[in-house]
T-cell receptor, first 116, second 114 residues
Framework: KQEVTQIPAALSVPEGENLVLNCSFT??????LQWFRQDPGKGLTSLLLIQSSQREQTSGRLNASLDKSSGRSTLYIAASQPGDSATYLC???????????????FGAGTQVVVTP | DVKVTQSSRYLVKRTGEKVFLECVQDMDHENMFWYRQDPGLGLRLIYF???????EKGDIPEGYSVSREKKERFSLILESASTNQTSMYLCASNKGGLAYDEQYFGPGTRLTVT
């Protein structure tokens, strides 16, 4: 069974520092990996989607890498701002599934605080 | 932009009441999902629908049912609300094909059952 882990659970950095968020998964046979942002009491916002054939995806200050063989993905946020404070979740789409349709497996998230 | 809306941001209900949570998406997506999110347990899938009137059970379907009469609308029903159903409920959708392609989430409904 796929397990998705995000360490650390919480992170605090001063404004301007680069953020590095980690996501690890136990089964390397994945279809895709998605990074989300969640503000307190709100829904999830999709940030980046990486297909299994890709090594990285970029959007503005965000860059996500994927290393399937080691079961890891990293989300980099350059030059952090207080507005980046949120919880960041990763989710893995299965490459093989016993269900007829499969489902995303979510990590528990990393809570980020960027201090001015 | 994809827009997924949920009928209520906050809801307070009494034990035993029948509760309806509504979700609407405006991008003609085939797939729709209901999750609940609890501290320490993360997101858990309740039900998934891949077409009108079609559904699949997720990880925790007990105590819930769903209805999808129109493509854009997916309802979650708590037949007899209980206090352990107090949670944040999140609806999501994606374009179809694979359930685990990019998903778009609504703003969530915080349900409290007293």
């Amino acid at each position: 069974k796929q397990e998705v882990t995000q360490i650390p659970a919480a992170l605090s950095v001063p404004e301007g520092e680069n953020l590095v968020l980690n996501c690890s998964f136990t089964d390397s046979a994945i279809y895709n990996l998605q990074w989300f942002r969640q503000d307190p009491g709100k829904g999830l916002t999709s940030l980046l989607l990486i297909q299994s054939s890709q090594r990285e995806q970029t959007s503005g200050r965000l860059n996500a890498s994927l290393d399937k063989s080691s079961g890891r993905s990293t989300l980099y946020i350059a030059a952090s701002q207080p507005g980046d404070s949120a919880t960041y979740l990763c989710a893995v789409g299965p490459g093989t599934t016993t269900d007829s349709w499969g489902k995303l497996q979510f990590g528990a998230g990393t809570q980020v605080v960027v201090t001015p | 932009d994809v827009k997924v809306t949920q009928s209520s941001r906050y809801l307070v209900k009494r034990t035993g009441e029948k509760v309806f949570l509504e979700c609407v998406q405006d991008m003609d997506h085939e797939n729709m999902f209901w999750y609940r999110q609890d501290p320490g347990l993360g997101l858990r899938l309740i039900y998934f629908s891949y077409d009108v009137k079609m559904k699949e059970k997720g990880d925790i379907p007990e105590g819930y049912s769903v209805s999808r009469e129109k493509k854009e609308r997916f309802s979650l029903i708590l037949e007899s609300a209980s206090t352990n159903q107090t949670s944040m409920y999140l609806c999501a959708s994606n374009k179809g094909g694979l359930a685990y392609d990019e998903q778009y989430f609504g703003p969530g409904t915080r349900l409290t059952v007293t």
